[in-house]
């Protein structure tokens, strides 16, 4: 069982545990929705995985909320300038509900073929045809990159001829 997890919700970076409440900056989910934010990192009983692909964290909304406010002052002596402006921001509390595997994600075994049974291959002519054909992967690198060059060359348009002088006329 995780312990934690490091999950991104609009570009910052929080560390939750479940049953946690944070606050976040103001996402588009309404109050009781949940959501699955990406996960960067799980970790806890001694084990630590980075970016794991088979586990989510489950989070609910709240609500959503106004931080408190922030004035700002803007004074410079001797001239009478003052300026005051402020700031809320706005917030949204997320509840981590469950930090675990997926679900339905079952890891499926290659079938087996029975022993006695020929290869695919020996069925159809076509088939074998095909797996022999050497593909572009298999040739050398050195003449790969002299056939990419000659196609280079092919597809480069004609050089032009230079542009006619022009007589000058006299008065």
Avoid: W
């Avoid at 944070?22 to 996960?39: A, Q, Y």
């Avoid at 890891?107 to 006695?116: D, I, N, Q, S, Y």
């Avoid at 022999?132 to 000659?150: D, F, G, M, S």
């Amino acid at each position: 069982m995780t312990t934690y997890a490091i999950i991104s919700v609009g570009g910052k970076q929080y560390r939750v545990r479940e049953g946690e409440r944070l606050l976040v900056d103001r996402i588009s989910h309404e109050e009781g929705k949940t959501f699955s934010p990406t996960v960067l990192l799980v970790g806890g009983d001694g084990d630590t995985q980075l970016a794991p692909k088979d586990v989510t964290v489950t989070a609910r909304v709240v609500m959503q909320q106004r931080g408190p406010k922030i004035r700002i002052g803007k004074y410079r002596q001797r001239t009478g300038y003052r300026r005051h402006t402020g700031f809320r921001a706005a917030l949204t509390q997320v509840e981590i509900e469950s930090i675990g595997a997926k679900k339905g994600r079952a890891t499926a075994k290659p079938a087996e073929a029975p022993v006695g049974s020929a290869p695919e291959a020996a069925e159809k002519p076509e088939a074998a045809a095909v797996a022999e054909k050497p593909n572009a992967a298999a040739k050398p690198k050195v003449e790969a990159a002299a056939e990419l060059a000659a196609e280079k060359i092919a597809r480069k348009p004609a050089a032009r001829k230079p542009a006619a002088k022009k007589k000058e006329e006299g008065h």
